[in-house]
């Protein structure tokens, strides 16, 4: 990781995960295993379908806490096959054991997402240059930075990583809003011009009205893939398609993503990269002795 504050960041995050695992500390191994044993250990792929590996990073970053050493035998977005080895681990025994559940833990949800994230990029085929694939804030409270990492490995958009990033009206706040044109204009004089605004819409009538109130994305919210293309050629009537982005969400799943795709969005962002990931399986093996 290039910048400082970022990597104390993370290594601060991945301590907190360490403690919260090991508590007083690993009782088993602490009462069966000498202290002054060291050992080598490998993390295998152990998933029956080819997968995308990431986490491997922070799963460095992990043994490195617990003083142990690594050697990353695979780059974090290379597709991977059971029994591939990932890694190789050197240390005291008892540090490798604290460290293991932590590091598998982050790499196979990272690898996951990052699996899942590829699958959608590769569905929509000869769009995937013109269409981003984004994912949501629907993350697991703590590992946004993680989640958000693991899709950018798998090739996608990280969106916005929080609250303060951008300015994203919602249907939430438009119940305490007379309209969708005076929110946009509020926002934008509140906020200033270097902050992106983006507003839900859930009609072609607001889609029009956030265009032509300045907007520069439209999120065309649970739209069926035949309204977005609807939608799509009645604002290009109007000349109004490219002043402002548009983002299709909402109902995405692998089997429609190019149906939407075919319409020619800017983003498609899907909540189910991050909050419904199928974990890739790996393990830790301890090989020897040393």
């Given at each position: ?24 500390g ?75 559940r ?57 969106h ?80 109004i ?25 800017d ?24």
């Amino acid at each position: 990781m290039k910048n400082l504050q970022m990597y104390l960041k993370v290594r601060e995050s991945l301590t907190s995960f360490l403690r919260e695992d090991i508590e007083t500390g690993d009782i088993t191994s602490n009462s069966i295993i000498s202290p002054n044993i060291s050992a080598r250990a490998q993390i295998i792929c152990k998933t029956k379908k080819t997968a995308m590996v990431c986490g491997l990073e922070e799963a460095s970053m992990v043994f490195d806490i617990c003083d142990c050493r690594t050697q990353t035998l695979i780059r974090d977005g290379v597709m991977v096959k059971n029994q591939d080895i990932v890694m190789n681990v050197t240390g005291r025994a008892l540090s490798i054991l604290k460290a293991e559940r932590t590091a598998l833990n982050l790499i196979m949800r990272m690898s996951g997402i990052a699996t899942e994230t590829r699958k959608f990029i590769e569905l929509i085929g000869v769009y995937k240059d013109s269409v981003r694939i984004a994912c949501t804030r629907k993350t697991a409270p703590g590992l946004r930075f993680f989640d958000k990492k693991a899709v950018s490995i798998g090739g996608g958009d990280i969106h916005r990583m929080a609250l303060d990033d951008m300015v994203l009206i919602k249907d939430n706040h438009l119940v305490f809003s007379e309209s969708i044109e005076k929110s946009i204009k509020l926002a934008r004089r509140n906020t200033g011009s270097s902050v992106r605004v983006e507003c839900e819409a859930t009609t072609l009538d607001d889609v029009i009205a956030a265009i032509n109130a300045g907007a520069e994305t439209i999120m065309l919210d649970n739209f069926s893939p035949s309204e977005v293309i609807r939608t799509i050629r009645e604002i290009t009537k109007k000349g109004i398609r490219n002043r402002a982005k548009l983002e299709i969400s909402g109902g995405i799943t692998l089997q429609n993503v190019k149906s939407y795709a075919k319409s020619k969005p800017d983003i498609i962002s899907i909540g189910h990269l991050t909050h419904s990931p199928e974990a890739v399986d790996f393990s830790l093996e301890m090989i020897q002795k040393i």
